[in-house]
């Protein structure tokens, strides 16, 4: 850590103690949509303690040069925030993580450049000529940081670029890119280790460190599938945090090694938790070789399916929701693309009135982040008590009279518990075929879901597909209803 970090005054680390405070409450908030606000709160709280204190404790640029840095991030950051459709959620958090890798290599690159102004040279030689060095710990910090920021940055931008449409999202797969990826960390780790040790530093290794950093982030997600994007954010998330708790050793700053400690190990328990809801092995996340090794992304374009199914219209389901006493609604991409939670919420709100028991069933995986439906049904006011977890609801579906399928294929997919072959194989799965009827909303029948393969669902005899557009079938049915 640098030399100065130890005359830290100690009102500058009680400050940082109580936004570590609110740092963990805020995560506290943040698990269960009910508190969700007031986690948000107190995030922002601790975040403003955390900048004012270190603007007023440290030596830096002038504060009108901090303060047009700062107007600059929140206009960015409150115009994204307006015109950001919830759909485009899940890319807009992987560029984030993206910028947060970034902003970790860049610092680093300045500590290095410039040892003496982050209080990093350690006197190996007294006298008329004395010597210094950057201190070998700071330099081990300087180069953790940089590499896992670079991994999260590369790492974080294929994750947007499949997101977003312009990669496509079936993996990519590179002959030997196990020995390709486990030869490049080893190199990462060489480099560090000869970077903390070797004196002069030769010119060309912390460059070096950094490219290759760059590859391998680049190379660990290209072979991951569309269908496991929700656990890739989450873990470059937890990249991202480690990077920043990396950079907090290197600036002294404790408040950003807290911070980054807290993202880190959270986004690496939540990873940890989607990988059991996928049937994932969470090592073999780290090391960017799980997804399927065949198969692709969503294909909308794909030729229709030539197998006999049972298709219906608006009135057809209002008909079969009117009669039902149990419906559960299973919200999924297709819903988020549509927009249609609004009216999906005017439609569970019309069955209450007239007696019908409504839940929703949400898939911890169900769209491209985690908890992604979860924040659209709150926008549209859902009751939170209505909302469950597939561990709570599974068991209801036997129960229910109609199961309400909106744009959610891969997870409600049954081929994923009797199909070795499919590439879902082994992710737990909604069990949506066990309800008396199925209603299934589903543009067309010519695309598969995101993990590129058939949901024998549509074929069963108790399903009814209802093929339009999500919003404008819920709209049709809400005036079925009426």
């Known amino acids: 850590m640098a030399a100065g970090a130890a005359a830290v005054p100690a009102w500058v680390l009680l400050a940082y103690l109580v936004a570590g405070v609110c740092f963990i409450l805020a995560l506290r908030g943040l698990s269960s949509p009910e508190s969700s606000r007031r986690g948000n709160m107190y995030g922002m709280g601790g975040m403003a303690i955390a900048v004012v204190t270190t603007l007023v404790s440290h030596e830096i640029a002038s504060l009108l040069e901090v303060g047009i840095a700062i107007g600059l991030g929140a206009l960015i950051g409150l115009t994204i925030a307006r015109r ?32 003496g102004a982050f209080d990093l040279l350690k006197e190996v030689a007294s006298g008329p000529m004395p010597r210094f060095i950057i201190d070998p710990i700071s330099r081990v910090e300087m180069g953790v940081g940089a590499a896992i920021g670079a991994v999260t940055f590369s790492g974080s931008v294929i994750a947007f670029a499949k997101l977003n449409g312009n990669m496509s999202g079936a993996p990519i797969l590179l002959p030997a890119r196990h020995v390709i990826n486990f030869g490049i960390l080893g190199a990462i780790l060489v480099i560090t280790a000869l970077f903390a040790m070797t004196d002069p530093i ?76 996928m049937n994932r092995s969470f090592i073999s996340v780290i090391a960017g070789g799980f997804g399927q090794d065949s198969g692709g992304g969503a294909s909308d374009g794909a030729p229709a399916i030539d197998r006999p199914y049972k298709a219906g ?19 999924g991409y297709g819903m988020a693309v549509a927009q249609a939670q609004h009216a999906l919420k005017e439609m569970a709100d019309m069955l209450k009135e007239q007696g019908v028991e409504v839940k929703y069933a949400i898939h911890p995986v169900a769209g491209r982040m985690p908890g992604h439906m979860n924040v659209l049904l709150a926008e549209a006011n859902v009751p939170y008590d209505e909302v469950f977890e597939l561990e709570d609801i599974n068991s209801d579906f036997a129960q229910a009279d109609v199961a309400f399928v909106i744009g959610a294929n891969d997870v409600t997919n049954p081929s994923a518990k009797t199909d070795k072959t499919s590439p879902i194989y082994g992710m737990p799965v909604l069990d949506v075929d066990k309800a008396r009827t199925t209603l299934f909303i589903k543009r067309s029948m010519g695309g598969a879901g995101y993990a590129g393969v058939e949901n024998e669902l549509f074929f069963k005899d108790t399903t009814m597909m209802l093929l339009a557009d999500a919003k404008k079938m819920v709209e049709e049915i809400v005036k079925a209803l009426d």
């Open 202 to 277: 030769p010119g060309w290794m912390f460059p070096t460190l950094v490219a290759l950093a760059f590859l391998v982030g680049f190379l660990l997600i290209i072979p991951i599938g569309g269908a496991d994007m929700p656990v890739v954010v989450s873990m470059l998330n937890s990249y991202s945090g480690w990077a920043a708790a990396a950079m907090g050793f290197t600036l002294g700053n404790t408040a950003m090694i807290i911070t980054g400690a807290l993202v880190g190990s959270s986004g690496a328990i939540l990873s940890y938790i989607m990988c059991r809801a």
């Open 84 to 115: 950001i459709a919830m759909t485009a959620m899940p890319q807009l958090v992987a560029a984030f993580h993206s910028l947060v890798g970034l902003a970790a290599v860049l610092v680093a690159a300045a500590a290095y450049a410039n040892p």
């Open 313 to 331: 219209s608006a009135d057809d389901a209002a008909f079969l929701l009117q009669q039902a006493d149990r419906v559960i609604i299973v919200p």
